[in-house]
T-cell receptor, first 117, second 110 residues
Framework: GAVVSQHPSRVICKSGTSVKIECRSLDFQATTMFWYRQFPKQSLMLMAT?????????EQGVEKDKFLINHASLTLSTLTVTSAHPEDSSFYICSANGLAGSTDTQYFGPGTRLTVL | RKEVEQDPGPFNVPEGATVAFNCTYN??????FFWYRQDCRKEPKLLMS???SGNEDGRFTAQLNRASQYISLLIRDSKLSDSATYLC???????????FGKGTRLLVKP
């Protein structure tokens, strides 16, 4: 149980285009999902917390108009990188709250590697 | 002081060695603790939760010291496949965020 999928796994796009990344909890419902970004050889950076049916909560320094998050159902959250630029190239990973035994924890999707040319 | 701190390493150990990592946290109200493993260019994967009484899963043992506010991960009989970055994660109570450490890199060599 507690499987999280992400699509696409890899995307290459031209500068100025928008890219949508989907995050799905496959066998459980997730009222809260998280979006992270990770640059090469650096640690995970939380971008935003996505809450089903309400607005996402963005971390300081993350532009909400550039990284649009929609969490329309209990199993799907999307992240849209608008007007992508080469500096947006990164590994984007989502996670969803699930249970490990009786403990609330996070399960991660396999990530999306974005390359902006 | 950072909320969750880890020695970034790398820890270079020979196969078969025992290695231990510590992770300190500064919020005494934290309630849940985890170790995740992240391989290069992959997503983090839950390795084990850390319980107050400590827990063991095969070669891996995790312990929690609330008084000193740290958790530890012990790996016995290291395998080459244990090479990865180990992330310490701390969570407060209901409604609180998960706080990730920056990870400790382990390299197990033949």
């Amino acid at each position: 149980g507690a499987v999280v999928s992400q699509h696409p796994s890899r995307v290459i796009c031209k500068s100025g285009t928008s890219v949508k990344i989907e995050c799905r909890s496959l066998d459980f419902q997730a009222t809260t999902m998280f979006w992270y970004r990770q640059f090469p050889k650096q640690s995970l950076m939380l971008m935003a917390t996505s809450n089903e049916g309400s607005k996402a909560t963005y971390e300081q320094g993350v532009e909400k108009d550039k990284f649009l998050i929609n969490h329309a159902s209990l199993t799907l959250s999307t992240l849209t990188v608008t007007s992508a630029h080469p500096e947006d190239s990164s590994f984007y990973i989502c996670s969803a709250n699930g249970l490990a035994g009786s403990t609330d924890t996070q399960y991660f999707g396999p990530g999306t590697r974005l390359t902006v040319l | 002081r950072k909320e969750v701190e880890q020695d970034p390493g790398p820890f270079n150990v020979p196969e078969g060695a025992t290695v231990a990592f510590n992770c300190t946290y500064n919020n005494s109200a934290s309630q849940s603790f985890f170790w995740y493993r992240q391989d290069c260019r992959k997503e983090p994967k839950l390795l084990m939760s850390v319980y107050s009484s400590g827990n063991e899963d095969g070669r891996f043992t995790a312990q929690l010291n609330r008084a000193s506010q740290y958790i530890s991960l012990l790996i016995r009989d290291s395998k080459l496949s244990d090479s990865a970055t180990y992330l310490c994660v701390v969570k407060g109570g209901q409604g609180f965020s998960f706080i990730f450490g920056k990870g400790t890199r382990l390299l197990v060599k033949p």
